[in-house]
Structure formats: structure tokens, C-alpha cells
């Protein structure tokens, strides 16, 4: 007779396989022609990103340049004192919630397999912590490392910062489910003193921090690092921190270790104290059984609400907030605005709108009151955010919302059986991100006028620079202007663009909730929007024509108004081409036919 299998063996193999089949997945969806090309795009973009034309490769990189060592001691006590306060945090807030990183199906399977305990978490674990590794590698290939060996050394440094933190909130809440098995009195005392401790540690952290403060505050050198790095090691309550903050900065030590030598100095310490998370969570004992089910349970909801399988419902509070009052009769684009509009946020419009017109006044309120150079040199910086970030979100941020026919085309035959006109049924699919579009701009600009007029009040110079003197009344009101005439049609073109490709090439660009992952959906997103930006592009070749004259024959006007006259001009051709574009939309709506079209 044969000897049974061992347990590792066992779940080396369960391992494999379910690796196997998800390449052979992957493998199979290469060979439709649009995830084919999504990958050659997705590898062609990482190669450039990678290998830049003009800047050398991994190989013939020379290392970079470490950093000076106060610098680098001060981030290790930034780092470590980060790791305590979220530290304390775990302790004081996280659950009592036992529970394994497995799926639904591997729960059940490994479960109840002819295995010890013991082996399924250590699984779960080690596989859990590779997945962290992969993940961090392939974060930091976008990094554009200067050598093979600092990838290597800043992935596992990573790989141990991260994989620390893991376990260390899956040890708590290991221990926790622990103490619930106690007695009532040893389960409530136990839970009492360890709330005490991260309290007294989150108190201690803080008058340090406030000692270093004042230290570094009355120090004869000018504030910088090595005061900083002074008044820690001398302090009263300094020395202590650094003794309490030990083990935290052998966490961290190898990702901020400067060459070769000092990562390989810093790395056994940091590995001890990993490899002891990793047994404290192995040897507590816990039944995680039921909370593995019901967390991989969770997860599956949730995926499947993500793809629209099972709908989220609101809770009893949020069905009674609505983004407006539906009549009962009226004209049916208008449910489809509501609907949209709830699926994104159900806080009433009024509720919006108010908060958005409020940032003027508090914007102007911050701008004419913070009169210290501090606060001065603060609404500087949100003044020059403002208008930037603004313009940029106003854009694209409707398209990301997919709160239209990119969503509502997956229930075609549905939205065939609706009373509503096809041209009418794409203006209402466009309208809930267009609107929501708009309301950022509104806010953004009024912030920016309110934060401006402020500053002008109590004489505040305006920004000068790469935005040409942005804050002077003369050529921030033109701006706005400019911005509320140009930007509302170029984001509506954007969206149908979107939207057309969509509906006419539903097999490529699927409807629905659900988005595929991986480099295929990577390459097929960079496809859509290079191919968007480039129709965009042709769009706005008529609305340059009759713009560029203006601005040209308008130069020598008072100000900046030479732009909004030539955006008003401009944006003429942009609203006909987005009114024509609704049309075929409309058109293309007619004569889709969902039980072909669709992809399966």
C-alpha cells in the first residue's frame, strides 16, 4: 500500500493547478483578436516605459545616487513612528475577525480536506505574501529603477514592509478572536489593558513629537534635518522613542538602506522580525474557520455587485435620499437622469449645489484672513492647484464615471422596451456625467475666484510664473470664462466618443460594470483613449480655425478677454459636432440589435 500524500505535497499541487488553469484562461482569451492586440499594446508600452528612447536601460544604468545619511535616518523615524501610530490604531479599532485569505471554493475544498490546520493557514499565508512580492515587483518596474540590484533590493524591502503590516493585522485580529474564547472577566480585563497600552503608546508618541518640536524650534542651527536628528537623540523623551521605535525601524531599514551594504546589514533584522509575525499568527489558536467563509462570502458579493450581478441596495437611511424628486408623470429621459445620477451618489442635487456654491465664501474667507506668511504661501499653493486640477478633473472625470450607455448598454433589450426617443435616450445617458462634470468646474472655478478676490483684498500679489500672473482679476476672470466655454463641449465630445465606440464595436470595448484585468484590459484601455484623445483632437481642428484669428486680431485688447471671445467663437463648431454626434449615436441606437451585437 502507498503511503498517503503529505500535506504539503498536497497543497503544492492545489497550488499548481489553480495556477495552470488560470494561465490557461489567460491563454484562451488570446485567442480573440481584440485581447491579442491588447496585450501587444500593453507590452509595447511597458518596453517604453522601461527602456525610454534616449535614456539607458536597467542594464547600462548607472547606479543612482544614494541619499545623504541625515536624510536617510530621518525617514527611517518617520517611517517607524508612521508604523506605531497605525500600530496603536490596529489594536484600539481592528475587529476580532479571524479570517484567512481564500476564496469561497478554496475555503470549502481545503477545509474540509484530510489536512492538518496548521497547513492550510501556513497556504494562506506564504501564498498571500507572494502575491505581495509580485505585486510590489511589478509597482516598481513603473519606477524606472536605475540598476537590475536596486529593483531587487527595493522589491524585497517593500515585499518585507508590507508583509510585516499584513500579518501584523492578522495577528491582532487572531488574538483578539482569541480573547473571545476567554472568560467573560479575563476576556474583558485582557481587552481593557491592551486598549490602556496603545492609549499610554499613542500618548507617548505624542509629547515626544511635541518635545522634538520645541527642540528643533530653539535650536541655535537653522530647522533642518540634523537638527531634527539632534533633537531626537538628545531628548528626554527622545532616547526612549528610539528604543520603542527598535523593531519598527528594522522593519523599514532595508527599503530606505542607501548601497548594497547597508541592506544587507539591515536585512536580517527585518526578516526576525517578520519570520515572528509570521509565528505569532500560525500559533495563535483560533477557529478562523467560520470567519474565512464569511469573509470570502463578503468578497464574492462584492465582486459580483461590480459586475452587476447582484445590485447593492441601499440601506433604510439612503432609500429615502434621492438626487431629485420624480414625478410620477413626466417625460422618461428624465428617470434615466435620476437613475444615473443615484447610482453615482443619492445625496439630493440642492444638497450639492449648496455645497458647491459655499466654496466661494470659504475660499475667500481663507484667502482675506490667512495673512501669515505660512498661510499666505498656502493659498499660493491651492490657488495654483485650483487652477490647474480643476480644468484637467471638469474633463475627465465624466468619462471615468461609466454612469452611461457604457454601463446601460449591457441591459439593451431592456432599454429597447423603454418609451423614449433614440436621440433623447443618448442626451439622458450623457447628461448624469456631464452634469457632474460641470459641478466640478462650477466649484472648482468659484473656489478659485473666492480664494483670488481674498488674497486681492488684503493685497496679496498674484502668481507669476509658468501661468502668467494667475490671481489678478484681469486675467483670472478671462480664464474662468474661457474655461466655462471650452471645457463643458470638449468634455461632451469625449464622452461620445466613448460612448460611440461602445456601441459600435460592443465585442471590443464590452458594456457593463464588469471590467476584465490584466495586460489585455490594460492594452484595450490604452486603445480607447489614445483613440478618443486623437478624435478629439480632429474635433477641436475646426473650432482652432475660427479661434486663432480672434486671438490674434484680439492681442492688443486690455487683459486676457482676446481668450474668451475666441473660446466663444470656438466653441460654436464644438457643440454643432457634439448636437451631430447625439444624432449618429442615434442612429448607430436604431439598428443595434442586442441578441447579435452583444458579445456573449
Avoid at 1 to 21: C, D, H, K, T, V
Avoid at 154 to 159: M, R, Y
Avoid at 388 to 396: I, K, S
Wanted: charged residues 15%; glycine residues 8%; positive net charge.
Amino acid at each position: 500500500m502507498s503511503a498517503a500524500p503529505s500535506a504539503a505535497g498536497a497543497l503544492l499541487f492545489f497550488a499548481l493547478r489553480s495556477a495552470e488553469n488560470a494561465a490557461r484562461r489567460r491563454l484562451r482569451r488570446l485567442t480573440e483578436a481584440r485581447y491579442a492586440l491588447g496585450l501587444a499594446i500593453a507590452v509595447a508600452y511597458i518596453a517604453f516605459v522601461l527602456v525610454r528612447p534616449g535614456r539607458p536601460g536597467l542594464r547600462g544604468a548607472a547606479a543612482a545616487a544614494p541619499l545623504p545619511v541625515a536624510w536617510t535616518t530621518v525617514g527611517l523615524l518617520a517611517a517607524s513612528g508612521a508604523l506605531l501610530l497605525g500600530a496603536a490604531l490596529v489594536w484600539l479599532f481592528r475587529g476580532s475577525e479571524a479570517s484567512l485569505s481564500l476564496t469561497e471554493g478554496e475555503a470549502e475544498f481545503l477545509f474540509a480536506a484530510p489536512i492538518p490546520r496548521s497547513a492550510v493557514v501556513h497556504f494562506a499565508l506564504l501564498r498571500s505574501q507572494l502575491r505581495v512580492l509580485l505585486g510590489v515587483l511589478a509597482a516598481l518596474l513603473f519606477s524606472r529603477p536605475s540598476s537590475a540590484a536596486g529593483l531587487l533590493r527595493s522589491a524585497l524591502g517593500a515585499w518585507i514592509l508590507f508583509s510585516t503590516v499584513n500579518l501584523h493585522v492578522l495577528g491582532v485580529g487572531f488574538t483578539k478572536a482569541a480573547w473571545k474564547e476567554r472568560s467573560p472577566l479575563r476576556r474583558r480585563t485582557t481587552a481593557l489593558l491592551a486598549t490602556l497600552l496603545a492609549l499610554a503608546l499613542l500618548g507617548f508618541a505624542a509629547a515626544a513629537l511635541a518635545e522634538i518640536a520645541v527642540r528643533v524650534a530653539r535650536s541655535p542651527r537653522s530647522p533642518g534635518v540634523l537638527s531634527v536628528e539632534a533633537a531626537v537623540a538628545t531628548g528626554v523623551l527622545g532616547r526612549p522613542l528610539l528604543a520603542l521605535l527598535l523593531p519598527l525601524r528594522a522593519v523599514v531599514a532595508p527599503l530606505f538602506a542607501p548601497t548594497a551594504a547597508a541592506f544587507a546589514a539591515a536585512l536580517p533584522a527585518s526578516l526576525l522580525v517578520l519570520a515572528l509575525h509570521y509565528v505569532w499568527v500560525v500559533r495563535t489558536n483560533v477557529r478562523y474557520e467560520d470567519a474565512t467563509i464569511a469573509g470570502a462570502a463578503r468578497r464574492a458579493a462584492e465582486r459580483a455587485r461590480r459586475r452587476g450581478e447582484l445590485p447593492a441596495l441601499p440601506g433604510e437611511a439612503k432609500r429615502r435620499s434621492v438626487p431629485f424628486r420624480l414625478e410620477p408623470a413626466g417625460r422618461p429621459e428624465t428617470a434615466i437622469v435620476w437613475k444615473n445620477l443615484a447610482a453615482w451618489s443619492r445625496t439630493p442635487l440642492a444638497t450639492r449645489l449648496g455645497g458647491v456654491v459655499a466654496l466661494g465664501p470659504l475660499a475667500f474667507a481663507a484667502g482675506a484672513f490667512l495673512s501669515s506668511p505660512a498661510g499666505d504661501q498656502a493659498t499660493a499653493v491651492a490657488l495654483l492647484v485650483l487652477s490647474t486640477l480643476t480644468p484637467l478633473l471638469a474633463l475627465l472625470l465624466p468619462s471615468g464615471l461609466r454612469l452611461d450607455l457604457r454601463r446601460d448598454l449591457a441591459d439593451a433589450a431592456l432599454l429597447r422596451s423603454w418609451p423614449v426617443r433614440p436621440a433623447g435616450l443618448v442626451a439622458a445617458e450623457l447628461a448624469a456625467p456631464f452634469s457632474i462634470g460641470l459641478l466640478v468646474l462650477v466649484g472648482g472655478a468659484l473656489a478659485t475666484v473666492g480664494l483670488s478676490a481674498g488674497r486681492a483684498l488684503r493685497g496679496a500679489t498674484a502668481l507669476s510664473g509658468a501661468l502668467g500672473g494667475i490671481g489678478a482679476p484681469d486675467r483670472l476672470f478671462p480664464a474662468v470664462l474661457t474655461a466655462f466655454l471650452v471645457i463643458p463641449p470638449l468634455s461632451l465630445l469625449f464622452l461620445l466618443g466613448q460612448n460611440g465606440a461602445t456601441l459600435a464595436f460592443p465585442a471590443w470595448f464590452p458594456p457593463g460594470p464588469q471590467r476584465s484585468r490584466g495586460l489585455e484590459q490594460m492594452g484595450i484601455n490604452l486603445l480607447t483613449f489614445a483613440a478618443s484623445f486623437v478624435a478629439l483632437a480632429l474635433a477641436v481642428v475646426p473650432a482652432a480655425v475660427l479661434a486663432l484669428p480672434v486671438l490674434y486680431l484680439g492681442r492688443g485688447l486690455p487683459g486676457a478677454w482676446s481668450f474668451p471671445l475666441a473660446a466663444l467663437l470656438g466653441s460654436l463648431p464644438l457643440w454643432g459636432e457634439a448636437a451631430f454626434g447625439v444624432l449618429l449615436m442615434a442612429r448607430m441606437w436604431e439598428r443595434f440589435d442586442p441578441s447579435v451585437d452583444l458579445p456573449d
